[in-house]
Structure formats: C-alpha cells, structure tokens
C-alpha cells in the first residue's frame, strides 16, 4: 500500500506555508503535478554536469547529452508499454501531440465528408485541434455523448460507427469528472470498423496503469507535468507503421537527413517529428518522473487514488448544497468537481485559498461539458499520490466554513 506521508517528504514545494502558518494542500493535480526531489535533481544535474546540444557535437558533453535525452525517451517508451522507443515521440505536452496527428496524419489521410468521431468530455486540446482540421478539409465531427452520471453513451457510439469514421479520439479520463472510459472497448470498436484511434492520456498514464499493446491503440497523448515531471515536455505515442506513414509537422534541424536547396529528406524515426533543438533537460526529468512513478507502482497509484475517491464522495457530499458532478468511485479517478448552492465557484476557491487549499474554479478547459451540465463553471479539487484521507478532511472543513460564511 502506498504511503502518502512518506512520499509527501519526496516533494520539497509540498513543506510551504503559502501564508504564515498556514500549510498548503495543493488539490490541483490534475492542472499540474508537484515535482520531487528525484525530479528536481536530475535536471539540475543535467545542467550542472552534461549541458550541451544532441545529436551533433562528438565532444564528451554532447555525447553524454544525446545518451541521456535517448535513454529518457527509452524509459518514457518502456513506461506505457510501446515496442520500441522510436514510437515515442518528444513534443511539448499532450495539445501538441494530438495537434502533430491532427495535422501531420489528418491532412494526409482525410477528404471531405470524412467522420471523426470525439465525445462530449473532451479537454479543449482534444476538440479544437479537429475543428480546425474539420473547418480546413470539410470534414464532419460527431460526438459520443455523455449520460447526466458522467460515463459516456456507448449505445450511441455504436450507432455512429455506422458512419465509418475514420478517427476516433477521445479522453481515458475526464479531467471535469474524474471518469475512466472504458478505453480498450471503445478502441476494439473503433477499430472494428476500421477508424484509427487517439487517446488523450493526459489524465489517465499519471494516475493508472496504461500499456499501449494491451490498449491496441493507434496514438496516445500525454505530457510530464501531469505526472510529477517537468512542464515544457510531453509525448506522442504512435504505431510504427503509422508514423511512418506520415508527414513530418514542422520542419528544421534535426527533423532532416538531406536538404538541398529545393527539397530535403526527413529523417527517421522519432527524429523525423522533432525539429529544432528539444527540451533536452525536461526528457530527463521526465525520465525521472515516470521512473519514480514505476518505483511507486502504478497499480498502488491507482489503488490509493480509489480509495480517496470512495472517501472524498462520501465526505463531499455531505457538505450542504454541495452537487459533485460524474460517475461513482468505480468508475472515476480522484478528481471532484462541483458546485455549492448561491455560491460562485470562484469564492468557493478564494475562501479556500486563505487556508492554503488550492483548487481550480472555472470551466477546467471543457466548456462544451460544462454547458451540458447547464454550468457555467464549478469548483476542482483533484488529488494526487502525495494526498491523504487527511486532506480530504481538510477540504470539507474549508468547505463548510465557505457554506458558514454565505449564510
Ligand atoms: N487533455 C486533458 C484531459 C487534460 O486534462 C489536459 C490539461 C490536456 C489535455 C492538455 O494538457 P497540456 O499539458 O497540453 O496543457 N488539463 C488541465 C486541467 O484540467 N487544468 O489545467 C490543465
């Protein structure tokens, strides 16, 4: 069983009084994880001791960058299970891998009329990028829709693979409702009927156990920040034969084999979509999170997340005129959003800020999933594997104070 106390002391940030003598509880994982020492250490390590540009110098430092930016990528790929690194592609975080498939394997492989198929609890990062792409190459967008618990209706997703999408790309968890789709069905659909599919990982490889093999997915997003690495990194999962298959997205150095003055030759792969100097320090770390994170057990992760789920519900929803919106425990991770009754969500979090708990207000970058709630924000509080039942405590005291003082 994984011990919140112990790993607690991993996080230097997590030791802060945000104002005198008030402790933080940082509840805002799901917008960025804290980092630990191991994370920290390794970067500034990098710079203290290897700094230099990959991929070009044969001196000692570049050659000792190269091998660590590679072996990051190695570790990062071993993580989620891909069958070799070269599917593993640096980008700078999860809207910039899902914009390098929209474009790159988009354009290259869609017509007009052509179906992609998303959902209705989509991050903006997995919405947006489509549209443009729909609005560019006339395409048409459907959308699996979501049920009033928070799961997503598979009755109709059945009904528009009649279709014949050609993509479907859709979030493993819901960083507004804490759900976990069912990926792997949704994926064997998609499938069956010959769509390629994208998962939008960015809630879902921090907080439990994803292997891209097991889940046959085409494309996965995700990026560091989110599982207690670095910002400024993340990555593109993709087949291989897919990636080869595909255009490159921007174009510069590193990205090439050959450039004559009319023409180039791109390089292969994973260098083939990494143009220019990359975030060389942020690979390392990130390196570092995702091997911090498998020393702790992904499983165990996901286990001690449960178990505030189960916790966090109970003790939420007994606070008067709270609404928490999304499925039960079995069916989500440890991120809770709701509202209290005449109260803006924005006070909520102000009133909660002065006793140091940090929460998000807002639409968290899902309007159109707000808007089917008919909500125009509400407040997040999202846990993560240095929380304890403690700080679920914590939150519902700060929450009836909030109710105390609107009264
Ligand atoms: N997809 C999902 C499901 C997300 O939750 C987020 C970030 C993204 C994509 C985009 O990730 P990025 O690293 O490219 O920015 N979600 C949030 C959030 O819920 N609050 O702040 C960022």
Redesign the pocket.
């Known amino acids: 069983k994984l011990d919140a106390s112990l790993i607690r002391a991993d996080f230097p940030i997590l030791g802060r009084q945000v104002y005198s003598g008030v402790p933080l509880v940082y509840l805002?994982s799901?917008?960025?994880s804290q980092k630990p020492n191991a994370v920290i250490d390794a970067m500034d390590r990098y710079y203290r001791t290897s700094n230099a540009n990959i991929h070009r110098g044969i001196h000692v430092l570049a050659e000792e960058a190269t091998g660590l930016y590679e072996a990051a990528r190695k570790t990062i790929a071993g993580f989620i299970g891909a069958r070799t690194p070269s599917e593993l592609i640096f980008t700078?975080?999860?809207?910039?891998?899902?914009n390098l498939v929209a474009a790159s394997w988009g354009r290259k492989n869609l017509k007009a009329g052509d179906v992609i198929i998303l959902t209705e609890m989509?991050?903006?990062?997995?919405l947006v990028p489509w549209q443009m792409l729909a609005a560019e190459l006339n395409l048409r967008l459907e959308y699996i829709p979501g049920t009033p618990e928070g799961l997503l209706d598979l009755s109709v997703y059945q009904q528009l693979l009649e279709l014949s999408p050609r993509m479907v790309a859709f979030?493993q968890?819901?960083?507004?409702l804490g759900t976990i789709n069912p990926a792997k069905e949704i994926i064997r659909m998609a499938h069956s009927v010959g769509a390629v599919t994208l998962v939008?990982g960015?809630?879902s490889v921090p907080h439990i156990p994803v292997n891209v093999m097991d889940l046959n997915v085409d494309f996965l997003?995700f990026?560091a920040?989110?599982m207690v690495g670095p910002t400024g990194i993340?990555a593109l999962y993709g087949k291989e034969k897919l990636l080869e298959s595909m255009p490159p997205y921007m174009g510069g150095g590193d990205m090439i084999k050959k450039v004559l003055l009319r023409s180039f030759v791109p390089n292969e792969l994973p260098h083939k979509f990494e143009a220019g100097t990359p975030a060389i320090a942020e690979a390392i770390g990130f390196a570092e999170a995702a091997t911090y994170l498998y020393s702790q057990g992904m499983e165990n992760i996901a286990a001690h997340e449960h178990d505030i789920a189960e916790y966090a519900l109970k003790k939420i929803s007994q606070v008067d005129g709270v609404r928490i919106i999304g499925p039960g425990a079995d069916q989500k991770g440890s991120v809770f959003s709701f509202t209290m009754a005449g109260i803006h969500p924005h006070d909520v979090s102000q009133i909660l800020d002065r006793r140091g708990i940090a929460v998000?207000a807002g639409h968290?970058?899902?309007m159109p999933l707000h808007e089917k709630f008919k909500l125009p924000a509400t407040t997040?509080a999202?846990f993560y594997i240095y929380n304890s039942l403690e700080d679920v405590d914590t939150l519902v005291e700060g929450l009836a104070e909030v109710r105390k003082i609107f009264e």
Not at 122 to 126: I, V, Y
């Open positions: 805002d799901a917008a960025t700078r975080n999860t809207t910039e891998s899902i989509e991050h903006h990062s997995n979030t968890v819901s960083n507004v939008d960015a809630q997003a990026s920040h989110k993340g998000r968290h970058c899902a997040r999202s």
